[in-house]
């Protein structure tokens, strides 16, 4: 059953994060701790539900922490993600057809993830994410870019 969890949990990272390789993956007792990660921006925009106007640059995180259940309990109690510290750069889309690009290559990567609901799912919607800093820098062009005056 822990190797089970192990893949469905490392399937689950692999989406979440870049460039993610099996030997980053170490499972000690009921901890995984990984340090200095790249996030995915699409997958980070699909669940903070984001406008299609921002679209994330860059995401990392400093020490991300997961915290698993017992194997008696892993229906019951979720698994705990910690971030201790969350760096991101969300930028605003010049073009329309840019922003209609990025939402259907969001909803053809979800669906082409497949049809079933398997374990490796359960375990990710029972996950409960915690960050505990958040520095965001926002980059817009400035309203007065779109009404042809100039912006500061």
């Known amino acids: 059953m822990e190797s089970i969890m192990a893949r469905a949990l490392e399937s689950t990272l692999k989406y979440w994060l870049k460039s993610f390789s099996r030997d980053q993956f170490k499972l000690q007792g009921r901890t995984v701790q990984l340090s ?30 997961i915290m698993l259940p017992y194997l008696s309990n ?29 939402s259907s290559a969001q909803a053809s990567s979800s669906s082409s993830k497949g049809s079933g609901y398997g374990f490796a ?25 779109h009404l042809g005056e100039a912006s500061w």
Request: aromatic fraction near 0%; charged fraction near 25%.
């Open 36 to 65: 200095n990660i790249d996030i995915s921006g699409d997958a980070l925009h699909a669940s903070l539900g984001l406008p299609p106007a921002l679209t994330v640059t860059m995401a990392k995180s400093g020490k991300l922490e």
């Open 121 to 145: 799912e359960k375990i990710a919607d029972g996950m409960t994410l915690q960050i505990k800093t958040i520095n965001l820098l926002l980059d817009t062009h400035g309203g007065g870019r």
């Open 74 to 102: 892993v229906q019951l109690e979720p698994i705990v993600v910690v971030i201790d510290k969350l760096d991101a750069v969300l930028e605003e889309t010049d073009d329309l057809d840019a922003r209609r690009s990025t």
